[in-house]
Nanobody, 124 residues
């Protein structure tokens, strides 16, 4: 079984930065696709950023230029550096892992494992 644990969430003011981490443990999959999603109250879960096994990345338009996804395969960890945070970034952030795919994945349905989520709150 695979466990994903997110850390790094919190309450910050607009314009601040946060770095989320997601560590995978248990049975891990070398260089498979990983992603960060978020879900705000009353809204559907949406893709924030995704990274493929080769390091290729994809970002939602709303976070381009502000967020950076990266991975450390040796540590089985994916990161999300969030800069210039806005109140509309407030949500629970989830990391996700694919067991089989290596290309960037856009759809939440294609991920196999999910973390428990970490709350990010940005005050104005």
């Amino acid at each position: 079984q695979v466990q994903l644990v997110e850390t790094g969430g919190g309450l910050v003011q607009a314009g601040a930065s946060l770095r989320l981490s997601c560590a995978a443990s248990g049975r891990t999959f070398s260089s498979t696709a990983m992603g960060w999603f978020r879900q705000a109250p009353g809204k559907e879960r949406e893709l924030v950023a995704a990274v493929g096994g080769s390091g290729s990345t994809h970002y939602a338009d709303s976070v381009k230029g502000r967020f950076t996804i990266s991975r450390d395969n040796a540590k089985n960890t994916v990161y999300l550096q969030m800069n210039s945070l806005k109140p509309e970034d407030t949500a629970v952030y989830y990391c996700a892992l694919s067991a089989r795919q290596f290309r960037v994945i856009y759809s939440s349905n294609s991920y196999d494992y999910w973390g428990q989520g970490t709350q990010v709150t940005v005050s104005s």
